[in-house]
């Protein structure tokens, strides 16, 4: 039973990335979930569970403590597990299908001020023990804070997507879906800097006889990039120099920074959903509930009729 169950995670996840382009942290996440389901279930294989035995196990794992966005996600991985084995005719059935789950709960995104973040980027100024440290870090929060990307995005954007002074580059985001962000000035003055100094390095490692490094911000790892956790460090470094909470900022609130600040200056909701490469617009209204005030002023001040009634 154990065989056939853990054949059937294998096989899920192996459709995941093929047919789906699941990036690997969620494939990794899909199989911790199922794995412990698994468990939970043996000597009952996956093949035999029925709706009872799902919403037993969920109960278990609220028993345990695990959180409600914790125990929607791994619902939501049951579900996915059994409507793949339905199309593929493993069973007749879904027993996940109408179970009502616990929801995952909606946390605002925290948010910085635009006055923060140019501190943060006079601090990026400061951040590394060389001049050329402190230019690479300088490009690195231009950059996330002009375009919103991800930080995996970030650290692995190739040299050749930049190549050119560009005003548009082309990022492969999640499931290898491409879409086009814009550069500011000062990121493009900054990338054009630094390739000349990563072009030196590439010409001194040819030379040397070392393998060519693509990165535009390279790194020491077996990846040959700039690590997440890497980043994420110095911008934790970055946030003390500015004088802000470092548990209050990490690349992601950037990421939030620059979206929430795009839509208080006017920026249409669809525009902001294409530039953070969100899938579902729901993803991206969430930054409505941190400007109410602001939308709220907006609507007060420019629409006719309350014009009118202020007349």
């Known amino acids: 039973m154990a065989d056939e169950s853990h054949r ?10 093929a047919e789906h382009s699941a990036a690997h942290n969620t494939q990794l996440a899909y199989g911790r979930d199922l794995l412990a389901f698994a468990a939970f279930l043996a000597p009952t294989a996956l093949s035999q569970a029925s709706r009872a035995d799902v919403e037993t196990y969920l109960l278990r794992c609220a028993a345990e403590g695990l959180s409600q966005s914790t125990r929607a996600r791994r619902l939501s991985s049951i ?4 409507r793949f084995a339905f199309e593929e ?13 616990p929801g ?14 140019l501190r943060l980027l006079n601090a990026a100024r400061a951040t590394g023990h060389t001049a050329r440290e402190r230019q690479r870090n300088t490009l690195l929060m231009e950059l996330l804070y002009a375009t919103g990307l991800r930080v995996s995005e970030l650290v692995t954007l190739p040299m050749a997507a930049v190549r050119g002074a560009p005003k548009m580059i082309l990022v492969k985001g999640k499931g290898n879906k491409d879409r086009m962000a814009p550069l500011s000035d000062p990121a493009r003055e900054g990338i054009t800097a630094w390739l000349t100094l990563r072009d030196a390095d590439e010409d001194q490692a040819r030379l040397a006889g070392k393998p060519a490094n693509r990165y535009l911000f390279p790194g020491s790892g077996a990846d040959g990039h700039l690590t997440r956790q890497q980043f994420f460090g110095l911008v934790k470094a970055m946030a003390l120099t500015a004088g802000l909470d470092p548990a209050q900022v990490s690349p992601h609130v ?3 920074a620059f979206a929430t600040h795009l839509l208080a ?16 617009l729901s993803s991206t209204e969430i930054y409505t509930h941190v400007l109410e005030d602001h939308l709220k002023d907006l609507v007060l001040n420019h629409h006719p009729l309350a014009q009118t009634r202020k007349t």
């Open 8 to 17: 059937w995670i294998s096989t899920f996840l192996q459709a995941q990335a």
């Open 79 to 82: 579900r996915q597990l059994y």
């Open 89 to 101: 005719g493993w069973r007749a059935d879904n027993p996940a299908l109408q179970i009502t789950g």
């Open 104 to 117: 995952a709960t909606r946390h605002l995104p925290k948010n910085l001020s635009q006055d923060d973040v």
């Open 254 to 256: 950037l990421r939030h």
């Open 265 to 280: 200056n006017g920026a249409d909701l669809r525009v902001i959903q294409t530039l953070l490469g969100h899938a579902d």
